[in-house]
C-alpha cells in the first residue's frame, strides 16, 4: 500500500528550514488566519490547493513540494546510493547548491521587509507621540 504524503507536516518542514514562525505565516495568509489556525492546519494530512497555492506563495516553495515531500521517499533515496561501505556514493564531487542558495535569499529577503517594516513602524510611532506632544 502506497503511503500518503503528510502536506501539513511537509507545511511544517518547510516553515520551520526557512526559520518563519507559525504566527508569521498566519500573518502572510490574511486576518482569518492566527497561530493556532497554522498549528491545526499542520496536523492535516490533506490541504486544500487553493490553500496550499496560498502558502505557496507566502511561503515562496513550490506547491509540488507540499504535495510530493516524503520522508521514507527521501530515507530510501539516500539507504540506496550508501551501500557496501562504497564511500563513493557519498561524495558529490560536483555539489549543486541553487535550490539551497534561492531559499536562503528568499529568507534574508523576507528578513529584510519585516526589518524594513519595523523601522517603518518605529518612525510612525515617534512622529505621532511629536503630534501629541505639542
Not at 546510493?81 to 564511500?87: A, L, R
Not at 534561492?102 to 517603518?120: D, G, N, P, S, T
Request: overall charge negative; aromatic content about 6%.
Amino acid at each position: 500500500m502506497e503511503q500518503k504524503v503528510h502536506q501539513g507536516r511537509n507545511v511544517k518542514r518547510f516553515r520551520e528550514m526557512l526559520g518563519i514562525k507559525q504566527e508569521a505565516l498566519a500573518l502572510d495568509l490574511g486576518e482569518d488566519w492566527n497561530q493556532k489556525k497554522i498549528s491545526l492546519l499542520e496536523q492535516k494530512e490533506e490541504i486544500d490547493e487553493n490553500l496550499l497555492k496560498a502558502i505557496s506563495q507566502a511561503l515562496k516553495i513550490p506547491v509540488e513540494a507540499f504535495q510530493n515531500f516524503d520522508d521514507q521517499a527521501a530515507i530510501n533515496i539516500i539507504a540506496n546510493t550508501i551501500t557496501n561501505n562504497d564511500n563513493g556514493a557519498v561524495y558529490n564531487h560536483n555539489p549543486v547548491f541553487q535550490p539551497i542558495d534561492k531559499l536562503v535569499q528568499l529568507h534574508e529577503e523576507k528578513i529584510a521587509l519585516y526589518e524594513r517594516m519595523l523601522k517603518e513602524k518605529d518612525e510612525m510611532m515617534n512622529r505621532l507621540e511629536k503630534l501629541i506632544n505639542k
